[in-house]
Nanobody, 111 residues
């Protein structure tokens, strides 16, 4: 069965950090471009970070310098390290590969 499973979302205070995980079954991450998106209530889904099969990384301007996407090939997992989180980054975060989407993980940034 091909699926993506996100985890790691939580309630965190402004300025805090979280690490999200996206684990895959049925697809090999090291051969694919993997993307993290987020969708806040009432807003469109937004691309946050991308890592290619070659390891090239790119980020939305709003998260550059604070978020890091990286991959553990042995675990077939892609991570999103998020530092200095802001309240406006409260959203459901999704992992995407080709046409595959995970169920999302909720990140809430609030004091």
């Amino acid at each position: 069965q091909v699926q993506l499973v996100e985890s790691g979302g939580d309630l965190v205070q402004p300025g805090g950090s979280l690490r999200l995980s996206c684990a895959a079954s049925g697809v090999i991450f090291s051969r694919k471009t993997v993307r993290w998106y987020r969708q806040a209530p009432g807003k469109e889904r937004e691309l946050v970070a991308t890592i290619t099969s070659a390891g090239m990384k790119s980020y939305a301007d709003s998260v550059k310098g604070r978020f890091t996407i990286f991959r553990d090939n042995a675990k077939n997992t892609v991570y999103l390290q998020m530092n200095n989180l802001k309240p406006e980054e409260t959203a459901v975060y999704y992992c995407n590969v080709d046409y595959l989407w995970g169920q999302g993980t909720q990140v809430t940034v609030s004091s």
